[in-house]
């Protein structure tokens, strides 16, 4: 008798995903059978020229876009199997974002935009503050969390981002570009804290980037071209 093969279950398990932007006649497809498989615990690029596709993967494999064919499973889930209301209430729990642009609200102090999601998820009083501390601590921003974005610089705010992506206590972080607006220095900081934080916290980054520094910090680089990943 055989023995049942071992099941392992992904972080990610995307199979044949297209996506396919139609604008009046002109048609883009942005995904032309995209496959990959992660395993947990692991900083990874997604590298590719502008309009590779990135962008439009990191919004399927997060929920945040619907591929036209293909599915995605996080954690062994079926995305297609949930409504927007339970892809919303899953995001939270379980994916971080991180955008190019920091996202981050400008009215609040950091430390607010840290807790600010700790509250949508109905923590306590006591859960709220103290992991705000924490998250604070871990990106080194102890010292600035009642200034507001303005008042911080482009590695402070992405700094408060990363800890805003992390609040939850997710399990996947996807960042899009996170170096993107940032000098060389700071995005290596950024880079470090990435690696330290997929050490520390047992988590799985996916970052997408064109830029070459990256390749020193990750485990494994997935490069993308026309829609397609080309070599893993
Ligand atoms: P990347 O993040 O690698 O720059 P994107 O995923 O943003 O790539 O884009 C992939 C392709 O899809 C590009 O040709 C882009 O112009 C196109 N595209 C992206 N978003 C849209 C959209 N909302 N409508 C139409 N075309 C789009
Ligand atoms: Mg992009």
């Known amino acids: 008798m055989t023995a049942e093969p071992l099941t392992t279950t992904y972080t990610i398990e995307a199979e044949d995903l297209w996506r396919i932007y139609r604008t009046g006649?002109?048609?883009?497809?942005?995904?032309?059978?995209?496959?990959?498989?992660?395993?947990?615990?692991?900083?990874?690029?997604?590298?590719?020229?502008?309009?590779?596709?990135?962008?439009?993967?990191?919004?399927?494999?997060g929920g945040l876009d619907r591929p036209d064919r293909g599915t995605v499973h996080i954690f062994g889930r079926n995305l297609a199997e949930m409504d927007e209301k339970?892809?919303?209430?899953?995001?939270?729990?379980?994916?971080?974002?991180?955008?190019?642009?920091?996202?981050?609200?400008p009215t609040l102090s950091a430390y607010e935009n840290i807790e600010l999601m700790l509250r949508i998820a109905e923590a306590s009083r006591k859960e709220k503050k103290e992991r705000t501390k924490e998250l604070l601590d871990l990106v080194g921003l102890g010292k600035w969390m009642h200034h507001r974005p303005y008042e911080l610089?482009?590695?402070?705010?992405?700094?408060?981002?990363?800890?805003?992506?992390?609040?939850?206590?997710?399990?996947?972080?996807?960042?899009?570009?996170?170096?993107?607006?940032?000098?060389?220095?700071?995005?290596?900081?950024?880079?470090?804290?990435?690696?330290?934080?997929?050490?520390?916290?047992?988590?799985?980054?996916?970052m997408s980037s064109h830029d070459?520094?990256?390749?020193?910090?990750?485990?494994?680089?997935?490069q993308m071209k026309d829609g397609l990943i080309i070599s893993a």
């Open 25 to 61: 006649t002109r048609e883009v497809q942005a995904l032309r059978g995209v496959s990959l498989r992660v395993a947990g615990g692991r900083f990874i690029a997604l590298k590719g020229r502008s309009g590779s596709g990135k962008t439009t993967l990191l919004n399927c494999l």
């Open 86 to 105: 339970d892809l919303t209430r899953w995001r939270r729990k379980e994916v971080g974002f991180i955008f190019q642009s920091f996202g981050l609200l």
């Open 153 to 206: 610089s482009g590695g402070q705010q992405q700094r408060v981002a990363i800890a805003r992506a992390l609040a939850n206590r997710p399990k996947l972080i996807l960042a899009d570009e996170p170096t993107g607006e940032l000098d060389s220095t700071t995005a290596r900081e950024i880079l470090t804290l990435f690696r330290t934080i997929v050490e520390r916290e047992k988590l799985t980054v996916l």
């Open 212 to 222: 070459p520094l990256v390749d020193g910090y990750v485990d494994e680089i997935l």
